[in-house]
């Protein structure tokens, strides 16, 4: 069934107008509740599809699909299957939600089959083999390099000519919904000799996407640009946790390291490539021209509106980032190509994580060190309070969605409560 919007689709499933979880996105997930044991399931509304009962029932017996492919602890599996065969489950699972199809809407296991959100756990989706962080906001690079070196030349020389990132910490990243414990490290004030040991004072989120490699690649080889998203499943949340002062103490001459590594949260839902196919957008342009192997003759950029909250300890969220994924100066296509153009080999549940996304705008910064600057201007939370980075206690939760022409597909969202140092 096409996704296209000028063939309007419609479901039988009680679906709110403002949901994430649509027809149009059936997004993939690993999920549990206090019945059932982990298992792979889509999204609907507030409902979830519980593909191994749909399995059992015969519903994909023409596929010839490997036995109990869906009770697993991830989607690894299902996606080294191929995208023809995720795409033809998901149109699947798509054709039975639709209004005038009654096999499923009819049939005697659909109470089975349809769970309730709310009572289900989700789990990792993916099992995690490396992770790579970018760094492909020009505004929030831009940014960056104003604060710390030469405002004049604020971005380093190398910036505009590949896309910068560094290999980070697969073992430490969670799913929304799991606390984070504010790091320890090494601080040093520029106005001290030495460095002291302690909980960081500098601890900041940044809103990011990630996408999910779906297909391995042997090492030696490349992926060009006009192939990548052939080995792109599908896109997360990201938030990519730091803490700033030991970040600054420490990324000279390596990089980031303990600043980053104790904690990354993720959505729980991916969102497939073939459900933001219709919201794809022209690309920022890149001056000066880039390297052959960086050039793309197709779109790869995408309009997705993002939003960061900060909800203090019994209080109510307050909003302090509206940003866009589209601003993205390198785009997806641009860092897989990068990324094996040495001969780095990728495998199935490899994530990349597109770096902050910010825009021109104060209020589009998608990290406290931009929207405070570095700590100078305090932002001000609905409640009255204020923030400069995060505090124990604080929830931070991001929200993302595309929508165009009537149909909207969005991600959820991902959140985490900041807990003391141990």
Same mark, same amino acid.
Not at 339 to 360: E, F, K, L, R
Not at 392 to 414: L, S, Y
């Given at each position: ?10 479901? *039988? ?10 027809i149009?996105n059936?997004?993939?997930? !690993?999920?549990? $509740?206090k019945k ?14 519980d593909?191994?009962?749909?399995d ?7 596929m010839?699909?490997?036995?109990g492919? @869906? ?13 023809? %065969? ?10 039975l ?5 009654e ?12 769970? $309730?959100?709310k ?12 992770y ?8 929030? /690079?831009t ?19 590949l896309?910068?990132?560094y ?11 799991? =606390?984070?414990?504010?790091p320890?490290g090494?601080? &040093? ?14 601890l900041? @989120? ?10 391995? %690649?042997?090492?030696?080889d ?6 990548a998203?052939? +080995?792109?499943? #599908?896109f997360?949340?990201?938030?990519? *946790? ?5 970040q ?6 390596? #990089?980031p390291?303990l600043?980053?590594s104790?904690?990354?949260s ?6 497939t490539?073939?459900a ?8 920022? !342009?890149?001056? =000066?021209d880039?390297l052959? +192997?960086?050039?793309c003759?197709?779109s ?28 993205m100066?390198? $785009?997806?296509?641009?860092?897989? /190509?990068?990324?094996t !153009?040495?001969?780095c080999?990728? $495998? !199935? #549940? ?11 705008? =104060? ?12 700590? &100078?201007?305090a ?9 400069k980075?995060i ?7 991001? &929200?993302g ?14 959140? /985490? &409560? ?5």
């Amino acid at each position: 069934m096409s996704d296209s919007p000028t063939n309007a689709l419609t479901t *039988w499933v009680e679906v709110a107008k403002n949901s994430d979880f649509t027809i149009y996105n059936l997004p993939f997930g !690993v999920f549990k $509740n206090k019945k059932l044991s982990p298992r792979i399931g889509i999204a609907i509304g507030d409902k979830i599809v519980d593909l191994s009962i749909l399995d059992q029932e015969g519903f994909f017996s023409d596929m010839f699909l490997p036995e109990g492919i @869906f009770l697993s602890e991830s989607l690894n599996d299902l996606i080294e299957l191929g995208k023809v %065969t995720t795409k033809k489950i998901r149109e699947r699972v798509q054709d039975l939600l639709a209004a005038d199809n009654e096999k499923l809407r009819d049939h005697s296991a659909r109470g089975k089959v349809m769970l $309730n959100r709310k009572e289900a756990t989700m789990l990792m989706p993916v099992k995690i083999g490396d992770y790579t962080d970018f760094y492909s906001s020009m505004e929030h /690079a831009t940014n960056v390099g104003k604060m710390f070196r030469d405002p004049e030349n604020a971005l380093l020389p190398n910036w505009k000519h590949l896309p910068v990132g560094y290999h980070g910490r697969a073992s430490s990243i969670i799913p929304s919904g799991v =606390p984070v414990i504010r790091p320890k490290g090494q601080t &040093k004030d520029p106005e001290s000799g030495s460095p002291v040991f302690g909980p960081s004072k500098k601890l900041d @989120f940044e809103l990011e996407l990630a996408f999910i490699t779906g297909k391995s %690649t042997k090492l030696g080889d490349s992926v060009s640009t006009a192939d990548a998203e052939d +080995y792109i499943f #599908g896109f997360v949340l990201f938030n990519d *946790w730091s803490a700033r002062d030991i970040q600054a103490w420490e990324y000279v001459p390596l #990089g980031p390291f303990l600043g980053k590594s104790f904690a990354s949260s993720i959505s729980p839902w991916v969102v497939t490539l073939e459900a933001l196919e219709q919201f794809k957008v022209e690309s920022p !342009v890149q001056e =000066p021209d880039v390297l052959d +192997y960086l050039k793309c003759e197709q779109s790869h950029s995408f309009d997705i509106h993002l939003e960061a909250y900060i909800q203090p300890e019994d209080e109510k969220s307050s909003k302090v980032c509206t940003s866009n994924f589209k601003n993205m100066y390198w $785009n997806v296509a641009q860092q897989l /190509a990068h990324h094996t !153009v040495n001969g780095c080999n990728i $495998n !199935v #549940g490899d994530m990349m994580a597109s770096g902050t996304i910010s825009g021109q705008e =104060p209020d589009s910064f998608g990290s406290m060190l931009e929207l405070s600057w570095n700590g &100078k201007n305090a932002v001000k939370l609905e409640s009255g309070t204020e923030r400069k980075f995060i505090e124990d206690g604080d929830t931070v939760i991001m &929200k993302g969605f595309a929508e165009k022409d009537g149909v909207r597909v969005g991600f959820g969202e991902v959140k /985490a &409560k900041v807990l003391p140092a141990k």
